[in-house]
C-alpha cells in the first residue's frame, strides 16, 4: 500500500498552498529526502522533501492546483503493507474539522455579518483580496477552515449563496470548480442609463474563452516586418485571368499559404504542439494551414489540409469553398481541427500590422496585412515605389526563440519577393 | 559671548567615538589563516577535530529537522545554518553545571548541553515531555528577550546557594532591543551574578536588518550602560567563539559578575521553518559574501591541511547523524501525543475549580 504525503503546515496561519511544480513524475524512485515538489504558498516558494522512500504511485494534486493542509499530494508506494492503518487515521482526520465547525454555526455568522460590519474575520490577506477582487463581502462568507478562518475555497464556492451580489448577473449554470478559480468581475457603471445589455451569443462566448486561454497558455510574442511583392502582384495579375477561367478567385492568400508550408518546413518548430501534461513538443508531419475566416457569426479557422502536397489554384479553391462553408455555418469540425499554424489576414480590409492570437494548441500565427505603395530601396539603391507587404508573426515565445522566429520571417520574406523561388522550394 | 563658537559638548565627536572600542576577536580567519597563534597554541589536534565534528554535527542537524519539518513531520523549527560557530564555539565552553537559558534558535545547544536530539523534536511539537529533559536548562524561550531577565534570576540564585556554576543564555540581535535585555544585564550587573549574555547578531530580526534595529554601531556597548564588560568575537570563527566564551565564563565563575558576547554570524536562510522568504528583504549581493564566510569552510580547510580531516570522513560523520536524528524522530514519534486532560492536569499541583471542571468534560471526550 502507498504512504499519502499530505500538504503539511508550511507557515504560521498558513491554511493552504499552490503546487507550483512537480520535480517527480508516476513511477519515478524516490529517497527519503529528495525534494520532490515545490509548493507556493502566500509568503514564499517551499521545497518539499519526501519522508518514505519508495515509488511514486500517484501525483495527486496536480501542477496549480490550489491544496489544503492535510490534502494528499502524492502517494508513493514505499513497500509498507499498513492498508488499514492508511485509511482510518485519514478518516478520522477528516471527521475532526467538521466536528469542530458546527452547521449551526455557519448561517447564523452569515445573518450576524449584515447587522454586524465590525465581526471579527479570520481570514488570510491574499484570500481578502481574492473577496474583494470577487465582489463578495467577506464577512458574509461562512468559514471552512481551521479555527474558523475563511479559506479561498470558501470565497470560490460562495456563488452559490443567496446574497451573493453577483449571483443576479452571473449564468444560470452551476459554475464548477475550475471555472470558479477565474476572477469575476461584474462590470459596474455610474453612466448606466446610456448603456445597453445584450447577452453574449454564444460564439462569442466561445471566442473570448478561447482568447483568453490562448493568451493564458502561451507567452506572446509578435515580430513585424514586410517584404517588397511587386513580382508577386505582377504573378498574380499574370494568372488571375487564368484561374478565372476555372472558376477560381486568385487572391495572395495561397501565395502566403505556399511560402508558410515552405516556411514551416524549414522551421518546424513552427508546425508543432506543447504537450503540457508530459513535457514534450510534438512535431506535426503534416501541413494544414488555417485560415481565420470573419463571418457575422463570428471567427472560424478551417484549415487547408495537406496544402504542402496541393497546387496553388487548388489552395485558392478551397479557400473559397472554405469561405463560403464558414458563411453558410457549415463547416465541419474536422475541417477546423488538426491545424497546424494560422494565418489571419486583415489586409484585405486595409490593415496593416497587428497581433494575431495564437489558435491553441497550435505556437504561431501568421497576421497577413495590406499591400502598401510605399518608398522602397531596391536591389540598385535606388528609391523607387515599392508594394510593401506587412507581415505580423506572433509565436509561442516557450517553445520559439525570437530568432528563430526572425530566420523564418526572413526565408518567407525570400519567397513573397521573389515567387519563382517557391517552385523551387514549394 | 556670541562670538565665542566653541562648544559645551561636542556632541558630533562623541557620536562618532561610540562603540568604536570594540574590535571582534578572531583566531582563525576565513582563509584559514592562524591570526592569533598563541590562542591556537592552546587547541589541541583532538580538540580541533571535535569543533569540527560540532560544527559538521549542527549543519546536518540543520538540515535533516529542516526535511523534517517540511514533510510535516515536526512542528516550528528555526533554522540555524551559517551559524554553527557561534552556537557550538560558545555552548562548548559552558560546564555540565552551568544553567542555560535557551531562545527558540537554541536548540543545538540545548542538546550539546545534555537535552536528546528527540527531546528537541518533541519541543518542537509542543510536547510536554519536549521541556522535561536532564539537561541543566529551561525550555527555549519563544518570547523574545525574555531569557535575559530570568537569567539575571538564575545567575542569582547559583550565587546564593554558592554553586560553582554560571547562567549563560542567547537572544539575537533583535533580542537587544527588547527592555528585558538591559534589564536582566542591568540587574545581574547590580547584583554581580554571574551570568554570560551572549548575542548572537546574525544580522537580522525576521526581515529587520541589523542597521535598523538601533543607532549603535555594536550591540556589545550596549552592556556599557549596565556597567557589564563586553566583547564582540568574530561568530564564524568557532576557536575565537570558544576562547571569549571560557573567558567570560571564567570571568563571572570567579565572582566578578556577569559578561555580555556579541557574536558577528549570519543567518544564511530564513528566519523560521513558518516560511518567510528572505530574497524579500535582502539582496544575494549581501548574502554571498557571508555564504563565502561559511565557519565550516575555514576548519575544513585548516585540519585538512593539518591532515586531520577529510571530505570522507566528513560525508561518513553526516551520514552517522542523519542517522541519528532520524531515530531521534522515531523515539519522539514512539511518545504517545498528549491529550488536553494531560495539560490541564499540568497547569496546577492542585487544580482550580475551573479547570477541575474541564479536566471532567475532556475525561469523558477523551474516554469515547
Not at chain 1, 453558410?328 to 469540425?333: F, I, W, Y
Not at chain 2, 557620536?15 to 587547541?43: R, S, Y
Not at chain 2, 559578561?259 to 558577528?264: A, G, N, Q, R
Request: glycine fraction near 8%; charged fraction near 25%.
Amino acid at each position: 500500500m502507498a504512504f499519502k504525503f499530505t500538504l503539511p503546515e508550511l507557515g504560521e496561519g498558513m491554511a493552504e498552498g499552490e503546487v507550483a511544480s512537480w520535480l517527480v513524475k508516476e513511477g519515478d524512485t524516490v529517497k527519503e529526502d529528495d525534494t520532490i515538489v515545490e509548493i507556493q504558498n502566500d509568503k514564499s516558494v517551499s521545497e518539499l522533501p519526501t519522508p518514505v522512500s519508495g515509488t511514486v504511485k500517484k501525483i495527486v494534486a496536480q501542477e496549480g492546483d490550489t491544496v489544503e493542509i492535510g490534502d494528499t499530494l502524492v502517494e508513493i508506494d514505499d513497500g509498507s503493507p499498513d492498508t488499514g492503518d492508511d485509511s482510518a487515521p485519514a478518516a478520522a482526520k477528516e471527521e475532526a474539522p467538521v466536528a469542530e465547525t458546527p452547521a449551526t454555526e455557519a448561517p447564523a455568522a452569515t445573518v450576524a455579518a449584515l447587522s454586524e460590519p465590525n465581526k471579527l474575520v479570520l481570514a488570510m490577506p491574499s484570500v481578502r483580496q481574492f473577496a474583494r477582487d470577487k465582489g463578495i463581502d467577506i464577512s458574509t462568507v461562512a468559514p471552512s477552515g481551521n479555527h474558523g478562518q475563511v479559506v479561498k475555497a470558501d470565497i470560490e464556492n460562495y456563488g452559490g449563496a443567496a446574497s451573493a451580489p453577483v449571483a443576479t448577473s452571473a449564468t444560470p449554470t452551476a459554475a464548477p470548480a475550475k471555472a470558479a478559480t477565474q476572477e469575476v468581475k461584474p462590470y459596474k457603471s455610474d453612466n448606466g442609463e446610456a448603456e445597453t445589455r445584450e447577452p453574449m451569443s454564444p460564439m462569442r462566448k466561445i471566442i473570448a474563452k478561447s482568447m483568453r486561454t490562448s493568451k493564458d497558455i502561451s507567452p506572446h510574442v509578435t515580430s513585424f516586418d514586410d517584404v517588397e511583392v511587386s513580382a508577386l502582384m505582377a504573378n498574380r495579375k499574370k494568372y488571375k485571368v487564368a484561374a478565372a477561367d476555372q472558376d477560381i478567385h486568385l487572391t495572395f492568400l495561397p501565395y502566403v499559404v505556399k511560402a508558410l508550408v515552405a516556411t514551416i518546413k524549414k522551421y518546424p518548430e513552427l508546425n508543432a504542439s506543447i504537450d503540457d501534461a508530459s513535457q514534450e513538443v510534438v512535431y506535426k508531419h503534416y501541413y494544414n494551414i488555417g485560415i481565420a475566416t470573419n463571418t457575422d457569426s463570428g471567427l472560424y479557422v478551417p484549415n487547408i489540409k495537406d496544402a504542402d502536397s496541393k497546387g496553388m489554384f487548388a489552395i485558392a479553391k478551397e479557400i473559397s469553398e472554405n469561405s463560403e462553408a464558414a458563411y453558410a455555418g457549415k463547416l465541419s469540425a474536422k475541417a477546423m481541427s488538426g491545424g497546424s499554424i494560422t494565418i489571419s489576414n486583415v489586409g484585405s480590409i486595409g490593415g496593416g500590422w497587428f497581433t494575431p492570437v495564437i489558435n491553441q494548441p497550435e505556437v504561431a500565427i501568421l497576421g497577413v496585412g495590406k499591400i502598401a505603395k510605399e518608398p522602397y530601396v531596391n536591389d540598385d539603391g535606388e528609391i523607387v515605389v515599392g508594394n510593401m507587404l506587412k507581415l505580423s508573426l506572433s509565436y509561442d515565445h516557450r517553445l520559439i526563440d525570437g530568432a528563430l522566429a526572425q530566420n523564418a520571417l526572413n526565408y518567407m520574406k525570400q519567397l513573397l519577393h521573389d515567387p519563382a523561388m517557391m517552385l523551387m522550394e514549394g | 559671548m556670541a562670538k565665542d563658537s566653541k562648544k559645551v559638548v561636542d556632541f558630533a565627536a562623541i557620536k562618532a567615538d561610540l562603540g568604536k572600542d570594540f574590535k571582534p576577536v578572531q583566531i582563525l580567519d576565513n582563509d584559514a589563516k592562524v591570526v592569533n597563534k598563541e590562542l591556537m597554541a592552546t587547541f589541541s589536534d583532538e580538540q580541533l577535530v571535535d569543533f569540527m565534528k560540532k560544527l559538521v554535527w549542527e549543519r546536518a542537524l540543520h538540515e535533516q529537522t529542516m526535511n523534517f519539518s517540511r514533510q510535516g513531520r515536526l512542528g516550528f523549527y528555526a533554522p540555524t545554518l551559517g551559524e554553527e560557530a557561534s552556537e557550538m564555539g560558545t555552548v562548548s565552553a559552558f560546564k555540565e553545571n552551568d544553567f542555560l537559558l535557551p531562545a527558540y534558535r537554541d536548540l543545538p545547544q540545548l542538546i550539546q548541553h545534555g537535552a536528546t536530539v528527540a527531546e528537541g523534536y518533541l519541543w518542537s511539537r509542543g510536547h510536554v515531555l519536549g521541556n522535561q529533559f536532564k539537561a541543566r536548562a529551561i525550555m527555549p524561550q519563544i518570547i523574545i528577550g525574555a531569557q535575559m531577565v530570568e537569567t539575571a534570576g538564575v545567575a542569582l540564585g547559583l550565587k546564593k546557594n554558592g554553586e560553582d556554576a554560571v547562567a549563560f543564555s542567547y537572544t539575537g540581535d533583535g533580542g537587544t532591543s527588547q527592555g528585558d535585555t538591559y534589564e536582566g544585564m542591568n540587574f545581574a550587573g547590580a547584583y554581580e551574578a554571574p551570568a554570560v549574555f551572549i548575542i548572537q547578531n546574525n544580522g537580522y530580526a525576521i526581515s529587520v536588518p541589523r542597521p535598523k534595529q538601533t543607532a549603535a554601531v555594536t550591540l556589545a556597548q550596549k552592556a556599557v550602560a549596565a556597567g557589564i564588560p563586553s566583547v564582540q568575537v568574530d561568530g564564524m570563527d568557532i576557536l575565537a567563539c570558544y576562547a571569549v566564551a571560557k573567558e567570560a565564563r571564567d570571568f563571572a565563575a570567579a565572582g566578578n559578575g556577569p559578561v555580555m558576547i556579541e557574536t558577528l554570524t549570519y543567518r544564511f536562510g530564513a528566519h523560521s521553518s513558518a516560511g518567510d522568504d528572505p530574497s524579500r528583504y535582502r539582496t544575494k549581493e549581501e548574502e554571498q559574501p557571508w555564504f563565502e564566510n561559511d565557519p565550516l569552510i575555514r576548519m575544513r580547510k585548516y585540519l585538512t591541511d593539518k591532515g586531520q580531516w577529510s571530505q570522507e570522513t566528513e560525508d561518513a560523520y553526516v551520514e552517522e547523524c542523519k542517522n541519528s536524528f532520524k531515530d531521534a524522530l522515531k523515539d519522539a514519534d514512539a511518545v504517545a501525543p498528549e491529550k488536553v486532560t494531560d495539560m490541564l492536569k499540568n497547569t496546577f499541583e492542585v487544580p482550580t475549580p475551573d479547570i477541575a471542571k474541564q479536566i471532567a468534560e475532556f475525561e469523558e471526550k477523551e474516554s469515547k
